[in-house]
């Protein structure tokens, strides 16, 4: 039984336009998965659909966890099923330190694992484990004193991401263009904490349009993603392959009757 199971997939936006075009995935812990596409492909979308954004709809397919269908589960509680989607764009939030956004977080998840009865984790433990997690990613002490995101560089944005995601332990980790806005060194450091993340506890969905990413996160399968659909799959060479060739010797298969 896979970790995340996606049959069939048909996502449409509010005016009723179909992005995502009947997608077939299954990820399983300790496997890296890469979705390639060019922009405006509809990867995102289906990202925002896996975590059940309320301005996309499913009108076709399913999305499994362990087995059981997530699609009636708000967004809240596909995070505590262990799905994380880290945003191409993270918002600010000001007011909100980095460090009591994750404390919150963790209480959060500790809740919900604990039947709705609150379970908060102590100071002294959280800074533990806060201290450990920035230490591995490399992000500065000072930041977790900082406002949420409040005039965060892009790569910091993503180190915080990452930093969330080391901390809350999920189960799949979705990366929607976690490279956007990097520059080398914060991309190795990224790319490093995602790898150091990923084993027989966790599984990743890493969402790109440049093989850049995938240098320093070697993916187990890559699926190339055109026109709301999986065209292509294979291994980590497939990936090269579209940086020499680019995405328009990849093209969709004509379905129901396209011309």
């Known amino acids: 039984m896979a970790l995340l199971e996606i049959k069939n997939l048909h996502v449409s ?11 077939d995935l299954s990820v399983n812990t300790n496997e890296v998965h890469a979705i390639m596409g060019p922009n405006g492909s509809g990867k ?3 990202a925002y659909a896996l ?20 699609l009636e589960l708000e967004a809240d509680e596909r995070a505590q099923r262990g799905l994380f989607l880290a945003f191409q764009y993270p918002h600010a939030v000001p007011g909100v330190t980095v460090a009591s956004f994750l404390r919150s977080a963790i209480n959060a998840v500790r809740k919900a694992k604990a039947g709705g009865e609150d379970d908060p984790i102590k100071i002294p ?17 000072e930041m977790a004193g900082r406002y949420l995101n409040d005039g965060f560089s892009g790569g910091e944005k993503k180190r915080v ?5 080391a ?39 890493v969402i790109t349009h440049y093989q850049r990413i995938l240098n320093y996160i070697k993916p187990d399968f890559v699926h190339v993603f055109v026109d709301g659909r999986i065209v292509r799959e294979g291994g980590p060479e497939l990936a090269e392959q579209l940086e020499a060739e680019g995405y328009e010797t990849f093209t969709p298969e004509p379905v129901g009757g396209e011309a």
Not at 13 to 23: A, P, S
Not at 131 to 136: G, L, N, S, Y
Not at 161 to 165: A, D, G, K, N
């Open 13 to 23: 936006t509010e005016d009723g336009t179909e992005i995502v075009r009947g997608v």
């Open 44 to 46: 995102s979308t289906l």
């Open 125 to 141: 433990e959280f800074r533990k484990r806060l201290d450990a997690a920035m230490k591995q990613l490399k992000v500065p002490k």
């Open 167 to 205: 901390l809350l332990q999920p189960r799949l980790a979705v990366l929607d263009e976690t490279d956007s806005g990097l520059d080398i060194d914060a991309l190795r450091i990224v790319a490093g904490g995602v790898r150091e993340l990923v084993g027989p506890e966790m599984g990743a969905l």
């Open 51 to 70: 975590m059940g954004h309320p301005a996309y709809e499913i009108t076709e397919g399913d999305i499994l966890v362990d087995g059981e269908s997530i």
């Open 161 to 165: 991401e990452i930093l969330q995601m």
